[in-house]
């Protein structure tokens, strides 16, 4: 089955800084990669997502990248503020409307 | 527009006690469900996922089971809880697209 692994576990940043979560996936046939932001004590919510056909998008400070080749998919968060502080989790799929396989998660913190 | 209920919130259950937490959806229909648990340091790990009533496909296996006895409507369960059962448990549905959580249940076995 699907392996994703998801690194750092933990990421402290300045305010203002860029913050980079890394995933690799296992399954070549995986083609939708999507990320959820968990803000503590609360549902984990899909923040941005890609597919296969696409090597970058981006939404506002968000944005991520994919190469197939690698197996491996990036979250780049620009100009982080303190409400970005949660734990983010990359996924992987066959495809959107399918059971997603998570990563361990990445707990951000932003300090002021 | 579709919402998704969980329940209960919160439990504490003594070990070797039953467990049934319930999921519904609403304004939906024949959605795919599924049954996730968070751990603490493990992520979000799949245990069961439904694509139709009484349709179950176990990820993991262990003391739980799920049972899907209405089309939006998905149950977890367990008839002896052991200390490893602990954790946060997130209800989930789709229906093609983008991946909806409940409030999740949070679950200590003492």
């Known amino acids: 089955g699907e392996n994703v692994e998801q690194h750092p576990s933990t990421l402290s940043v300045q305010e203002g800084d860029s913050a980079v979560i890394k995933c690799t996936y296992s399954d070549s046939a995986s083609n939708y990669f999507p990320w959820y932001k968990q803000e503590l004590g609360k549902r984990p919510q899909l923040i941005i997502d890609i597919r296969s056909n696409v090597g970058e998008k981006k939404d506002q400070r968000i944005a991520v990248t994919l190469n197939k080749t690698a197996k491996h998919f990036s979250l780049h968060i620009t100009e982080t503020q303190p409400e970005d502080s949660a734990v983010y989790f990359c996924?992987?799929?066959?495809?959107?409307?399918?059971?997603?396989?998570f990563g361990k998660g990445t707990s951000l913190l932003v300090t002021p | 527009s579709q919402t998704i209920h969980q329940w209960p919130a919160t439990l504490v259950q003594p070990v070797g006690s039953p467990l049934s937490l319930e999921c519904t959806v609403e304004g939906t229909s024949n959605p795919n469900l599924y049954w996730y648990r968070q751990a603490a340091g493990r992520g979000l790990q799949l245990l069961f996922y439904?694509?139709?009533?009484?349709?179950i496909s176990s990820e993991v296996p262990q003391n739980l089971s799920a049972s899907r006895p209405q089309d939006r409507q998905f149950i977890l369960s367990s008839k002896k809880l052991l200390l490893s059962d602990s954790g946060f448990y997130l209800c989930a549905w789709t229906h093609g697209g983008e991946l909806f959580f409940g409030e999740g249940s949070r679950l200590t076995v003492l």
């Open positions: 996924a992987a799929s066959i495809d959107s409307g399918y059971a997603l396989n």
């Open positions: 439904s694509v139709g009533i009484g349709q």
